[in-house]
Nanobody, 121 residues
Framework: QVQLVESGGGSAQSGGSLRLSCAAS????????MGWFRQAPGKEREGVAS???????VYADSVKGRFTISLDNVKNTLYLQMNSLKPEDTAMYYC???????????????WGQGTQVTVSS
């Protein structure tokens, strides 16, 4: 049974930083593709960053140069380092996993419950 549990959300000032974590169980990151997504109220879920099994990354244009996706194989934990936060980054953030490479398309099979990020100006 694959389980994903996000943590690390909270409130930050504009220009601040937060680091999100996604702890995984039931599978090895070595065999799955991973991604971070976000959804603001009244908006569709959008892809933020993805990581493939070879370590290649894809970022949404809106977060390039500010967010970094990374993986700790030993802890089986996926991270999203978010710097230079903006009010428009406010959303519920989700991690996702699948054996199929979806990159920033929200078609992953497994999803966490989400963690809220709120950025104030």
């Amino acid at each position: 049974q694959v389980q994903l549990v996000e943590s690390g959300g909270g409130s930050a000032q504009s220009g601040g930083s937060l680091r999100l974590s996604c702890a995984a169980s039931g599978y090895s990151y070595l065999t799955y593709y991973m991604g971070w997504f976000r959804q603001a109220p009244g908006k569709e879920r959008e892809g933020v960053a993805s990581l493939d099994r070879g370590g290649s990354t894809v970022y949404a244009d809106s977060v390039k140069g500010r967010f970094t996706i990374s993986l700790d194989n030993v802890k089986n934990t996926l991270y999203l380092q978010m710097n230079s936060l903006k009010p428009e980054d406010t959303a519920m953030y989700y991690c996702a996993a699948d054996r199929v490479e979806w990159q920033l398309f929200a078609k992953y099979k497994y999803w966490g419950q989400g963690t809220q990020v709120t950025v104030s100006s």
